[in-house]
């Protein structure tokens, strides 16, 4: 099956639960990441076990909507993560170039912590709805009062519908339940903007010359991560930390290219298997 595909251009890499949990990074995610001097030249040694050391492109794609780009850059590089800017796309970002496509001036329900990313997109006289994770706006006024500009015809615009995501507690509900009950109320179908939908994988490629059958995504989300990326003609490797609980590759079809016990163990595949 997999001998018509062609070589490996580009390596998607989800954040929270496959890199990192909030303030912890995955045991030896920093390490498989790490640049090497032997990314500048194309003989590289595929048992360094470092994903820098090869010749492929790197994108960070995350639904994390409770921080801005910068604040989650900067958490990233407290954990000794060697990550640039511009490797980084959001579910934020995809978002914002939603609403500027539209030209539409949204009710946000997102984290105060993300509201950088939105800067200068106009939110007064709200006429679109914008869900994100948000647990201090998910009370009822508030629920209530987007319930009502979408009765008027605003439309839904969800950053994603993750079910849930794990925390240093245990998991933790996501906006996908919010979103849910706000279509369930109004009768309509709300526009997902995030991670499982195959624009959102199609637009992190973008300038990377790299076709979906030349990507792998890795993460621990087997319904957004996995599913999503193989959906959109990409492999997916799922792995165990994070959110991931037993059985989770039995969620989708077709199942995972790989599963994995952690980020390290999907670098190895990648270097030895897909190179």
């Known amino acids: 099956r997999m001998a018509a595909r062609r070589a490996l251009k580009a390596v998607l890499v989800d954040l929270n639960g496959t890199l990192h949990v909030e303030d912890s990074a ?32 790197i994108r960070f794609v995350t639904n994390t909507t409770k921080e801005c780009k910068r604040d989650l850059l900067d958490r990233l590089t407290k954990l000794g993560f060697d990550i640039a800017e511009n490797e980084i796309f959001t579910s934020l970002t995809a978002a914002r170039n939603l609403l500027e496509q539209k030209q539409v001036r949204p009710l946000l329900l997102v984290d105060d912590k993300a509201l950088p990313d939105f800067t200068g997109i106009a939110t007064e006289d709200p006429n679109a709805v914008v869900v994100g994770l948000a647990p201090e706006h ?25 079910r849930y995501f794990k925390k240093k507690g245990g998991l933790a509900l996501g906006p996908g339940p919010f979103v849910s009950g706000l279509e369930y109320a109004t009768d309509t179908k709300a526009m997902v903007v995030g991670k ?8 992190a490629l973008r300038g990377t010359d790299c076709a979906p059958e030349e990507a792998v995504m890795i993460g621990d989300d087997c319904r957004d991560d996995v599913g999503g990326a193989q959906n959109a003609g990409m492999r997916g490797i799922l792995v165990k930390t994070g959110k991931y609980r037993p059985a989770d590759e039995d969620k989708i079809n077709p199942a995972p290219y790989l599963t994995c016990e952690n980020f390290p163990e999907a670098v190895e595949h990648i270097l030895e298997h897909l190179l």
């Open 26 to 57: 995955v045991p030896g995610a920093q390490e498989a990441l790490k640049r090497q001097a032997t990314f500048l030249f194309p003989f590289f040694s595929i048992s360094s076990g470092r994903l820098r050391s090869a010749p492929v492109t």
């Open 138 to 162: 998910f009370q009822y006024e508030m629920m209530n009062r987007a319930f009502r500009l979408i009765l008027d015809g605003a439309p839904l615009i969800a950053i994603h519908k993750a």
């Open 196 to 203: 499982p939908e195959k624009t959102f994988f199609l637009e």
